[in-house]
């Protein structure tokens, strides 16, 4: 099957030519793992019928594979959006991944809105 070619629409930047041979074969599912992050997020959004997709910047290569998948799948294609990452001191990415503590966390440990938009705003933007 062909797509043709295919745009997705960056918020700062306008049409992005998706280039789906990037990432040469991606695998969207395997025998111990029912789908792939690629195939979830696409289906998700779709099914979900989100119109703008707001993700870190860390993942704006994979959105060529997501535009391709929505095509191939005659899903809509949402507008996106990807962010500067939120670094600690170090320069490390705050994460779940890397158990950076989530807002809530504070919250539940009684930290006010006010303390928690500081910690925010010494972050490091990239």
Do not use: C, N
């Not at 099957?1 to 040469?24: C, H, I, K, N």
């Not at 997501?66 to 490390?92: E, F, I, K, N, S």
Request: hydrophobic letters at 45%; glycine letters at 6%; proline letters at 6%.
């Amino acid at each position: 099957m062909e797509t043709g070619s295919l745009v997705w629409q960056e918020r700062d930047e306008g049409p992005v030519a998706v280039d789906p041979q990037l990432f040469g074969d991606v695998v969207l599912a395997r025998k111990d793992v029912p789908t792939s992050y690629h195939l979830a997020v696409v289906v998700d959004d779709a099914l979900q019928e989100i119109t703008l997709v707001t993700r870190g910047r860390d993942l704006y290569a994979a959105t060529h594979v997501h535009r391709l998948l929505q095509a191939l799948l005659d899903l809509p294609a949402p507008h996106y959006h990807h962010h500067a990452l939120v670094t600690d001191a170090a320069g490390q990415r705050l994460a779940k991944r890397h158990d950076a503590m989530a807002i809530r966390t504070f919250r539940a440990a009684g930290e006010p809105p006010e303390a928690i938009r500081a910690m925010i705003g010494a972050a490091v933007w990239r």
